[in-house]
Each structure stands twice: as structure tokens, then as C-alpha cells.
């Protein structure tokens, strides 16, 4: 009787040690993976500025929490862990990766935008002075009138480049700049293609 008792006090040992044994879910793998795609998101705008590597962070950690689950769903004494910690272990790495990303692309959109923007600014200075040589005459005056307010216009526009600047929209505002410059070069082309065809003509003149 003793004995059996001794072997039932031994198996209830042995179960509890099993027990408690059994392996729990990585709670603060999982803590420390999201706080880092958290982290991403709203120090570094990394869901903006590093779309793929954000989204590839979440996945990581969409499928390590697939993995908790799936263990969750097998009995206690065969729940295993680790491949799960492993998991939320990349996905802490992809999310820091997105960071970093996000932190080198956005400066490099704020560099082309201000790049953009000199580029511009270069580009209507050199119509200004395109126009300053135009001849003005009868027949040109409307057009230089006309030019010189599309140019005082691209001014203006230079303003709203820096606005956006500095509202942190550098896609948008290098795509404006760009477009300004375009403008711009295509005024100083018109205007220097008028002052060759006045100095051949007045030429000609001469030359009869």
C-alpha cells in the first residue's frame, strides 16, 4: 500500500515537472518584434518612405504569430516554440531594415528635391536673361510681354516647390520643380531661336 502510494506521489512528480516543463509562447519576442515595426512606422515613416521592406516586416511577423498559433493548437507536452522565436527574431531584423531604409530613401527624395528645385531656379534665371537680349519690336513686344509673365509665374510656382519642401512632400515637389525647369527651357529656347532669326534678318538688311 506504502509502495503504491510512494509510486502515485512519483508519477504526480513526474507530471508536474513535465508540466511546467511545457514550453510557453515567445510573449516577449512577440513585444519586441511589433514595437519595432511600430518603431518604423512612426519615427521613420517607414509605411511612406520604405513601403516594401515595411510590408515585408509585417508579413514576418504575420506569419511568426501563424506559427504561436499553430503550436497553441497542438497538445501542451508537443507545443515547440522555437521555430516561432526564430521567426519573431527575423521580423525584428526586417522591421529595423525598414527603418534604416526609410531614414537613407527619404533623405535621398529631400536631396533630388532641392536638387530639383536649384535646377529650376537655374533654369528660369537663364529665360530671364534669354529675355533681356530679345529684340524688341512691333512684332515682338506681345510675345515678350507674354513670356515675361509666364516666367513671373514660374516664380511663383518656385514658392509653392519650397512650400512643399518643406511639408516633407519631395516626390511631389521634385516632380513640380522638374516640370518648371521644362517650361523654363522651353521659354529661353523660344526666345534665343527669336533673336538668331532678328540677327539674320537684320543681316540680310545690311547686306543689300
Same mark, same amino acid.
Given at each position: 500500500m506504502r509502495t503504491n502510494k510512494l509510486l502515485l506521489a512519483s508519477g504526480l512528480l513526474v507530471l508536474a515537472v513535465v508540466f511546467a516543463g511545457c514550453? +510557453?509562447?515567445? %510573449?516577449? %519576442?512577440m513585444k519586441d518584434a511589433q514595437?519595432?515595426? $511600430?518603431?518604423? =512606422?512612426n519615427t521613420?515613416? #517607414? @509605411? +511612406?518612405?520604405a513601403s516594401a521592406e515595411y510590408q515585408a516586416a509585417k508579413t514576418s511577423i504575420d506569419n511568426a504569430n501563424a506559427e504561436v498559433e499553430a503550436q497553441n493548437q497542438r497538445f501542451?507536452?508537443? =507545443?515547440?516554440? @522555437?521555430k516561432a522565436k526564430e521567426m519573431f527574431a527575423q521580423?525584428?531584423? $526586417? #522591421?529595423d531594415k525598414a527603418k534604416q531604409a526609410a531614414v537613407a530613401n527619404k533623405e535621398a527624395a529631400k536631396n533630388e528635391a532641392n536638387q530639383k528645385l536649384q535646377e529650376a531656379t537655374t533654369a528660369i534665371q537663364s529665360a530671364r536673361d534669354a529675355l533681356s537680349?530679345?529684340?524688341? !519690336? +512691333?512684332d515682338t513686344r506681345a510675345d515678350i510681354q507674354l513670356? !515675361? *509673365? @509666364?516666367?513671373? &509665374?514660374? @516664380?511663383? *510656382?518656385? &514658392? %509653392?516647390?519650397r512650400n512643399m519642401i518643406s511639408s %516633407?512632400?519631395?516626390k511631389g515637389a521634385s516632380s513640380k520643380a522638374a516640370a518648371i525647369t521644362q517650361q523654363a527651357n522651353d521659354i529661353a529656347t523660344k526666345l534665343t531661336e527669336a533673336a538668331e532669326k532678328a540677327a539674320a534678318k537684320k543681316g540680310a538688311r545690311k547686306g543689300k
Open positions: 514550453a +510557453k509562447a515567445p %510573449e516577449q %519576442e514595437a519595432a515595426l $511600430d518603431d518604423s =512606422r521613420a515613416q #517607414a @509605411d +511612406k518612405w501542451a507536452m508537443m =507545443r515547440n516554440y @522555437d521580423a525584428k531584423a $526586417d #522591421a537680349k530679345a529684340p524688341v !519690336t +512691333k513670356f !515675361t *509673365s @509666364d516666367l513671373d &509665374g514660374l @516664380d511663383q *510656382s518656385l &514658392g %509653392e516647390v %516633407e512632400d519631395y
